[in-house]
Each structure stands twice: as structure tokens, then as C-alpha cells.
């Protein structure tokens, strides 16, 4: 390969990768209904909410921090997804909107991620060391979510 055709190649990416920054997708956080939160809506330790909000909002709540890289494509659009699908699961943020049943089965599914290791997801954890839950992490909101559950089914 020829150094002009390495350059030009290099330019024409370059070009490629400058031209994607303008199709960045939105970062906005929808407003928030303080009286629908999970910290309205249910019985949520301090210690507890410290790692929900450390480990879980950014993808789960419509709190998102929203990092430097996220505003940088391709990468955006991973981080965007990410949240959006996470929101869609289910939103912290919007708790108190969710039928009791529909609550219960997150509580249960969620100590079952928190558990195997599934959730936060690792390559979130790659750029955010501080959202890996520690075996007590784990536990912690595996033992409040089994109590929001049997809490939520006995009040059904």
C-alpha cells in the first residue's frame, strides 16, 4: 500500500468520523414525578438507595448521568441505547406508576440479576468501577427487594 493511499484512507475516515458527530441522539433526562420515585412509592433504606442510585440509575431512572463519551459517536449511540432500553425494562423514577404485580416481578428479577453478576452490565462497569457491587452490595438489595416483594404481595 502506497502512503498517498494510507492518506487518503486516514482523511476519508477522519471525514466519516467528524460527519458522524452531527446524528448524535438525544441525552436529555424526561422530567421527573418526585411522588412516583421508588424512594415515594417504596420503603428504601439509606444504604440501599446509596447503591441503587450509585449501580442502577444511570440506566434505570430518568436521573442519568450522563458521561463525556456520551456525547462522542458511535459511542453515543451504545450509551443512548443502553439507557433507553434500561428505562424500558423499568424506570426507578416511575415506581409508583407501575401496577403492584409488575413491581414484584422486577424486585424478584432484579435480585436474580444483582446475584449472577448480570447487572450493572460489564462493559458499563468497564468506565465505572465504582457501580460493581460488592458481595454486601449484592445482598443488600437482594434482602430489600425480597422484603418490597412479600411487602407488595401481602398488600395486594
Not at 5 to 10: P, T
Not at 37 to 55: D, F, H, Q, W, Y
Not at 79 to 104: I, L
Not at 133 to 150: G, H, I, P, T, Y
Request: hydrophobic share 40%; glycine share 6%; charged share 25%.
Amino acid at each position: 500500500m502506497t502512503s498517498t493511499l494510507l492518506k487518503r484512507i486516514v482523511i476519508g475516515l477522519a471525514i466519516v468520523v467528524a460527519g458522524m458527530q452531527f446524528f448524535r441522539p438525544d441525552r436529555t433526562n424526561p422530567p421527573i414525578d418526585a411522588t412516583q420515585s421508588v424512594e415515594a412509592a417504596a420503603t428504601v433504606p439509606p444504604e440501599v438507595g446509596a447503591i441503587l442510585k450509585r449501580s442502577c440509575f444511570d440506566c434505570h431512572s430518568s436521573e442519568t448521568r450522563w458521561p463525556w463519551y456520551s456525547g462522542v459517536v458511535p459511542m453515543a449511540w451504545g450509551v443512548a441505547n443502553h439507557v433507553t432500553e434500561g428505562r424500558a425494562e423499568f424506570n426507578f423514577s416511575a415506581w409508583g406508576t407501575y401496577p403492584a404485580r409488575k413491581r414484584v416481578a422486577i424486585l424478584e428479577k432484579m435480585c436474580d440479576q444483582v446475584r449472577e453478576g448480570k447487572m450493572p452490565l460489564k462493559q458499563y462497569l468497564w468506565l465505572h468501577r465504582d457501580a460493581t457491587l460488592s458481595e454486601a452490595d449484592w445482598k443488600s438489595v437482594c434482602n430489600w427487594s425480597m422484603e418490597e416483594a412479600d411487602r407488595l404481595a401481602v398488600a395486594r
